[in-house]
T-cell receptor, first 114, second 113 residues
Framework: DSGVTQTPKHLITATGQRVTLRCSPR?????VYWYQQSLDQGLQFLIQ???????AKGNILERFSAQQFPDLHSELNLSSLELGDSALYFC?????????????FGSGTQLSVL | GESVGLHLPTLSVQEGDNSIINCAYS??????FIWYKQESGKGPQFIID?????DKRQGQRVTVLLNKTVKHLSLQIAATQPGDSAVYFC????????????FGSGTRLQVQP
């Protein structure tokens, strides 16, 4: 168990809908990262937050947004869902410090858009 | 559900043999490298990491080798066990900027009993 908690584990929805994925980082970790793992693209970095502020942005679509709350949990919001958004979405957190490269991943949320 | 359904390169080894998984990277500014193991239905799990000021690092049954000249990273697993069957990803990060870890496409390791 990595200590990173993601809910829900599975999510089935329809095209055009909006969903929210939730992540609780490991106790004490300030950074939260979101990754998307799809069948044809591997693990793609979406966005990073550090202590409530956006730190880095990757290949995140404009239909997607995220935030990190004062208690450090994070939510990833996916809207106007398309079939191609079906994927595993992982949250990861990293320890305090300036060189917080090692990421600890949650078990992911499997999103199926029908 | 199944965590990875990619058309991944597959390495098949016999139980007890040593495994070598290779990874090429392209960013010459990368100075931190890490290997993850992903089992079906789970998130990536840290195995071992290495910084660019080293060319070899050993852990328990695993060794990572870094060749910066040819931008190549390898993971060696000694005495491979059925529990090692998984998809293995390398990832890298540059020293400057705010890039997060960038992952390679992965290699599936199948251990035959």
């Amino acid at each position: 168990d990595s200590g990173v908690t993601q809910t829900p584990k599975h999510l089935i929805t329809a095209t055009g809908q909006r969903v929210t994925l939730r992540c609780s980082p490991r106790s004490g970790d300030l950074s939260v990262y979101w990754y998307q793992q799809s069948l044809d693209q591997g693990l793609q970095f979406l966005i990073q937050y550090y202590n409530g502020e956006e730190r880095a942005k990757g290949n995140i679509l404009e239909r997607f947004s995220a935030q990190q709350f004062p208690d450090l949990h994070s939510e990833l919001n996916l809207s106007s869902l398309e079939l191609g958004d079906s994927a595993l979405y992982f949250c990861a957190s990293s320890p305090r410090g300036t060189q917080n490269e090692k990421l600890f991943f949650g078990s992911g949320t499997q999103l199926s858009v029908l | 559900g199944e965590s990875v359904g990619l058309h991944l390169p597959t390495l098949s080894v016999q139980e007890g043999d040593n495994s070598i998984i290779n990874c090429a990277y392209s960013n010459s500014a990368s100075d931190y490298f890490i290997w993850y193991k992903q089992e079906s239905g789970k998130g990536p799990q840290f195995i071992i990491d290495i910084r660019s000021n080293m060319d070899k690092r050993q852990g328990q049954r695993v060794t990572v080798l870094l060749n910066k000249t040819v931008k190549h990273l390898s993971l060696q697993i000694a005495a491979t066990q059925p529990g090692d069957s998984a998809v293995y990803f390398c990832a890298e990060k540059a020293a400057t900027g705010r890039r997060a870890l960038t992952f390679g496409s992965g290699t599936r390791l199948q251990v035959q009993p």
